[in-house]
Every structure is written in structure tokens, then in C-alpha cells.
């Protein structure tokens, strides 16, 4: 990775550390890279380099994708600079949360490719309705969980900011990619960004989570489809932080269009 996130300047007016109440403070990523890298260690070869890089990170950074408090930094700045730059005409922007149909079972994350998915998100991007938007996000994780007995897999899926076209040629887009299954209810999920400061500092910054959970199929109190889930195991912690490590934190981006007020488009 050529890009050094530490020194790239955090935009102060909506830096999550300072405007999120949840955001993890350094204590406690501190705290979870500890914990993390003694559970890498059951993870053989991989574990442990990736335990030595963590354990290891200090005054020096390893800014591995692995680690919680490399991951904390690169927030900080991903975060508040798309924040940023969506508050310059925040009506104009739509999330997006697109769940393809692959899933892994555990202990075969490693199988993922997720250069193969963005090449392909960025195809029907570039094919839509809409002309030429500007779409910036990441890829996230969860352990799904099913209702049937089978044994939990991984999903790997996608939340992205998407600037304008409006709702109906937004999912247009998405929607014949991605249909609905028995295991899917909501394939793909647009809403209308909303305008606040803290709305938008939180949804930008939720495109790079640094939190994973189990995901469970629930209903809410209307009876439509959700979901329910609590934080993974430190054992799954440590099988996605090696996944994480390897794509690093610009593998793990997803950016698209072009504009040359918003250098995090062509950062290397």
C-alpha cells in the first residue's frame, strides 16, 4: 500500500471520533488488536504472522486491514472525507446496501475474491441508467445464520453511497443482478441519505465497518423481513482479520467516477 492514511489530513468538522457516541475509542481498539492476536495464533502460519504484525504495531503502524487500531485511523480519515463531500449538496446522495447471493462456508473465507465482486459492481454501475455517478463504499462481513438447521456461512456484501438518479433508477441498476431468494429477502436496499451532520458522518463511516456480527432472519413489529445479529466470536474475528489483512484497506474500497475535488477517488 503506497497510501500512508495516517498522514492524510482528517476533515475536522465531521471526524467520527469526535461526532459519533458509538465510535470506538483507541482504549478500545487497543484492546480488541490484544485479544485478536491472541486468537490468530490457532490459525497456523497465517495467524501467527498476522499475531506478530499486530502485536508489533506501535510507534511504527503496521496499517494491516487486520487491525483494530489501524482500522480505527483509516475511519477516522475515510469517514470524515466523504462526509465532507457529501455535505456539499447532501440531498443529492442515496445508500445502498447490495447482498450478492455467494456465501462461504467457515474456515474457506479465504476463497472469497473481492476483486472479482468489485470488478463486477463496477460493470453494472457503468452500464445503469444512470450517467456517469459517483459511487464510493466498502465491502463488509457478516456470519449468516439459518433458520434450517444448516451450519452458519459467510456473506460478504456491500454498502455504498450513491450520488443522485434517484431511488427507482438506483435499484433499476442493482435489482436484476441481484434478485430475491429464499436465504435473501432484501437483495438490494436504497434510501434517501438524510441531511445531518451526524447522519452523514455515520453513514459514510459505516461503508468501512469495524464491527462484524451474526446475522439472523427476524421479523419486525410491521411483520416485514430484518434481521438480528450480535458481534462474531473471537475465533471468527480472527479468520476475517487474515481475509482483511490481505485485501487491504484500498482493496477493500469500492470507488467509482470521477472528481478532482475528492482526491480519495485516485488514492494508491
Given at each position: 500500500m503506497?497510501?500512508?492514511?495516517?498522514?492524510?489530513?482528517?476533515?475536522?468538522?465531521?471526524?467520527?471520533?469526535?461526532?459519533?457516541?458509538?465510535?470506538?475509542?483507541?482504549?478500545?481498539?487497543?484492546?480488541?488488536?490484544?485479544?485478536?492476536?491472541?486468537?490468530?495464533?490457532?490459525?497456523?502460519?497465517?495467524?501467527?504472522?498476522?499475531?506478530?504484525?499486530?502485536?508489533?504495531c506501535?510507534?511504527?503502524k503496521?496499517?494491516s486491514?487486520?487491525?483494530p487500531?489501524?482500522?480505527?485511523?483509516?475511519?477516522r480519515?475515510?469517514?470524515?472525507t466523504?462526509a465532507?463531500?457529501?455535505a456539499?449538496?447532501?440531498?443529492?446522495?442515496?445508500?445502498?446496501?447490495?447482498?450478492p447471493?455467494?456465501?462461504?462456508?467457515?474456515?474457506?473465507?479465504?476463497?472469497?475474491?473481492?476483486?472479482?465482486?468489485?470488478?463486477?459492481?463496477?460493470?453494472?454501475?457503468?452500464?445503469?441508467?444512470?450517467?456517469?455517478?459517483?459511487?464510493?463504499?466498502?465491502?463488509?462481513?457478516?456470519?449468516?445464520?439459518?433458520?434450517?438447521?444448516?451450519?452458519?456461512?459467510?456473506?460478504?456484501?456491500?454498502?455504498?453511497?450513491?450520488?443522485?438518479?434517484?431511488?427507482?433508477?438506483?435499484?433499476?441498476?442493482?435489482?436484476r443482478?441481484y434478485?430475491?431468494?429464499?436465504?435473501?429477502?432484501?437483495?438490494v436496499?436504497?434510501?434517501?441519505?438524510?441531511?445531518f451532520?451526524?447522519?452523514?458522518?455515520?453513514?459514510a463511516?459505516?461503508?468501512m465497518?469495524?464491527?462484524?456480527k451474526?446475522?439472523?432472519?427476524?421479523?419486525?413489529?410491521?411483520?416485514?423481513?430484518?434481521?438480528?445479529?450480535n458481534?462474531l466470536?473471537?475465533?471468527?474475528?480472527?479468520?476475517?482479520?487474515?481475509?482483511?489483512?490481505?485485501?487491504?484497506f484500498?482493496?477493500r474500497?469500492?470507488?467509482?467516477?470521477?472528481?478532482?475535488?475528492?482526491?480519495a477517488?485516485?488514492?494508491?
Open positions: 503506497n497510501f500512508n492514511f495516517y498522514s492524510a489530513d482528517i476533515n475536522e468538522d465531521y471526524d467520527p471520533a469526535k461526532h459519533l457516541k458509538k465510535f470506538e475509542t483507541l482504549n478500545e481498539a487497543h484492546i480488541r488488536r490484544r485479544r485478536l492476536a491472541r486468537s490468530l495464533l490457532e490459525f497456523g502460519e497465517p495467524g501467527r504472522s498476522l499475531a506478530e504484525r499486530l502485536t508489533g506501535g510507534f511504527i503496521c496499517r486491514g487486520g487491525c487500531v489501524c482500522l480505527r485511523a483509516f475511519r480519515w475515510w469517514g470524515s466523504l465532507g463531500y457529501m456539499r449538496d447532501p440531498e443529492f446522495w442515496f445508500t445502498v446496501s447490495i447482498v447471493p455467494d456465501l462461504f462456508d467457515v474456515g474457506h473465507l479465504g476463497g472469497f475474491n473481492c476483486d472479482r465482486l468489485k470488478d463486477r459492481v463496477r460493470k453494472q454501475i457503468g452500464r445503469g441508467p444512470i450517467s456517469e455517478p459517483i459511487v464510493l463504499g466498502g465491502i463488509d462481513y457478516d456470519l449468516k445464520h439459518f433458520d434450517d438447521g444448516r451450519p452458519p456461512r459467510w456473506c460478504p456484501h456491500l454498502y455504498l453511497l450513491f450520488s443522485g438518479g434517484g431511488k427507482a433508477l438506483i435499484e433499476s441498476t442493482f435489482r443482478h434478485p430475491r431468494s429464499g436465504d435473501v429477502k432484501r437483495p436496499v436504497v434510501t434517501s441519505q438524510k441531511t451532520r451526524e447522519d452523514l458522518v455515520t453513514t463511516t459505516y461503508t465497518k469495524a464491527r462484524y451474526n446475522r439472523r432472519q427476524s421479523t419486525d413489529d410491521r411483520g416485514n423481513a430484518d434481521t438480528e445479529g458481534e466470536t473471537l475465533h471468527h474475528q480472527a479468520e476475517l482479520a487474515i481475509l482483511l489483512d490481505r485485501q487491504g484500498l482493496g474500497m469500492i470507488r467509482h467516477g470521477d472528481d478532482p475535488s475528492l482526491p477517488l485516485k488514492v494508491r
